[in-house]
């Protein structure tokens, strides 16, 4: 059966640095040879740290942005083929939810107003019958009818974002890319959301790339997760496996990085040495291998392919086989997934009090 989504080979450099001449003399390699499935009515995250490429990633899904190479097949049919009508449709099935959802609201426009244009534009239902669906809409994501002739600015943050989703709802998607939906909510409203998330897609068997850099959230929604590191992706697995046993060195700091909720749990947080590269100028072989504890000489010069194992579990790693298991070097207490299991509980948990980096980050000492 074929996926919803097919991303291969996805490439896009921006340019950093023009000669006098207007000449590129620099590149970003933002994204560099990605490639992902997403089956309908399933979650994959895209997770790593601030600048590994996960937004290009979703702009590019979306054809906002031209690749430089790749290609990215909905329902089987190539988007760099398709001709502006067949573009205009895409835009129907495939939506996107940003982290700021005031900026992404119209501040002058009513919520009847912001959910009713998207019903106009894509001519979706009769200008009599456009009320009606923009209150069901409203309580498709939990919010009251009567709110419909507010502004904005009159609600939470919370009530925003499901406004957000409620107005990605109205043209019936396959496909929601959620760019960080609850990084900038309080900490209170984040599982509510991400419940309400998990809800309309059971009910609409919705499709989401979950864009994200905190695990503690991706756990929680996630049917499978990309691990992405300056461009490319290291490792890809079934949510459950890939917590109970990450096999890339990255995934298993960025694991370890999670924010413990009880203070004085017992916790080895990997901290990583080593120079912090930039996509401007991303290391040679692999990507990782500045920051890597296990590096060989080979890391340095070959580039690791991404290879699957029969389960679909797909690591970037020249030293996956060799590796010790992840119980040995992540908990010092007890198993990794009952502390997990504890984090899921209390997710939203911030990074203060638990290390330097924050939520989802790595933390990285220059090495001696
Ligand atoms: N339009 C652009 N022009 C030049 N460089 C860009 C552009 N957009 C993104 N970049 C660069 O590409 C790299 C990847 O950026 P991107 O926003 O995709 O990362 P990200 O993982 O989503 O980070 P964040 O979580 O901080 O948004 C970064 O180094 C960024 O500075």
């Known amino acids: ?52 490429g996960k937004s290009t990633v979703s702009r590019l899904v979306l054809r906002l942005i031209e690749p430089d190479a ?47 244009e998207p019903l106009a534009l894509h001519a979706l239902v009769p200008s009599a019958r456009r009320r009606e669906r923009v209150e069901e809409l409203l309580r498709l994501v939990g919010l009251e009818p009567r709110f419909a002739r507010r502004y904005p600015h009159e609600f939470s943050g919370g009530q925003r974002q499901r406004i957000a989703i409620a107005r990605a709802l109205a043209v019936e998607p396959k496909l929601i890319i959620c760019d960080e939906p609850v990084s900038a909510l309080d900490v209170s409203i984040r599982s509510q959301i991400l419940n309400l998330l998990r809800d309309l897609q059971d009910r609409l068997k919705l499709a989401y790339i979950f864009v994200s850099h905190d695990l503690a959230v991706v756990k929680h929604i996630a049917d499978r997760v990309a691990v992405m590191n300056l461009g490319t992706i290291v490792e890809t697995a079934d949510v459950q496996t890939l917590f109970a046993t990450p096999r890339h060195p990255y995934s298993r700091a960025l694991l370890s990085a999670i924010p413990v909720p009880k203070p004085r749990a017992k916790r080895s947080r990997i901290v990583l040495e080593g120079e912090l590269p930039s996509a401007l100028n991303p290391p040679q072989g692999c990507r990782f291998h500045t920051r890597c504890p296990y590096v060989i000489a080979r890391c340095r010069t070959e580039v690791p392919q991404l290879l699957a194992d029969s389960a679909g579990h797909s690591t970037a790693c020249h030293r996956t086989a060799e590796l010790p298991p992840p119980e040995s070097i992540v908990p010092s207490d007890g198993a990794l997934s009952p502390v997990l299991e504890k984090l899921v509980a209390a997710f939203g948990v911030t990074a203060e009090g638990t290390g330097r980096a924050g939520v989802g980050q790595v933390e990285t000492m220059p090495r001696a």
């Open 1 to 52: 059966m074929t996926a919803l989504l097919e991303v291969e080979g996805l490439v896009k450099h921006f340019v950093a640095e023009r000669s006098i001449f207007g000449r590129p003399t620099a590149h970003v390699k933002a994204v560099d040879g990605v490639s992902f499935t997403v089956e309908a009515g399933k979650t994959l995250a895209l997770v790593g740290e601030s600048g590994c």
């Open 70 to 116: 790749g290609t990215v097949r909905f329902e089987g049919r190539d988007l760099g083929a398709l001709n502006a009508e067949q573009l205009r449709a895409f835009r129907r099935d495939a939506q996107l939810i940003f982290q700021d959802p005031y900026a992404s609201l119209n501040p002058r426009m009513t919520v009847a107003q912001i959910l009713a």
